[in-house]
C-alpha cells in the first residue's frame, strides 16, 4: 500500500471525506461509509451512499449512475476489469457486489497462490436489488430489473425481468 493510499485512507475524517465526495461528484456520502477517494471511482450526481457501506475502486473502474442509493452494510469491489451500475438504481442492505474472482484450476496450488481473474461486473438503468444479495463477478443485469431479496446473481438477467433465488433466475418479466 502506497503512502498516499494510506493518507487518504486513515488521515482523513469521515465528514471531510463527506464534504469531499460532495464537492467532488455532488453526491452524498455517510461519513460512516468507507469508499475509495480513487481516480478510478466515478459517482453520479444526487446518489446516496449510507453508513457501513465500503466501496472499494483500487483495482479497477467503478462507476456508480446518477440518482442510486446504496443502502447500510453493502460491499461494492470493482476487480481489474471494472463495475458498471447505471442510473436509478436501489441497492438493500448488506448486498455484496464483486468483479473478481479467484483461480482454482490448478489443484496442487493454493486458491490464494492462483491469484484471480475479472471479468467486470454490469447493472442496468433503474433496477432493485433487494437486502443480502450477491452479484458476482461476470454478471449482467439488464435495465428495469428486480432481484428478489437473499438471490445470488451468477450470470446473465434480461431487461425486464423479476430473478430471485440461488442461482438467480427469471419469475417474471416486468411489462
Known sequence: MDAAKILRRFALPGVGATLLFYFRFKAFVSPRAEVDFSSKLHIGRKTNISSFAKIKASDGPLHIGQRCSIATGC????????????????????????????????????????????????????????????????SIIGDNCMIGAQSLVNGTIPANSVAQGNPAQVVFTRR
Not at 107 to 129: E, H, M
Open 75 to 138: 460491499f461494492i469491489g470493482s476487480g481489474q476489469k471494472g463495475t458498471h451500475i447505471g442510473d436509478d438504481c436501489l441497492i438493500g442492505p448488506n448486498c455484496s457486489i464483486i468483479a473478481n474472482s479467484y483461480r482454482y484450476d490448478q489443484l496442487d496450488v493454493p486458491f490464494t497462490q492462483q491469484g484471480y481473474d475479472s471479468k467486470g461486473t454490469k447493472i442496468g438503468n433503474n433496477v432493485f436489488v433487494g437486502s443480502n444479495c450477491s452479484i458476482v463477478d461476470g
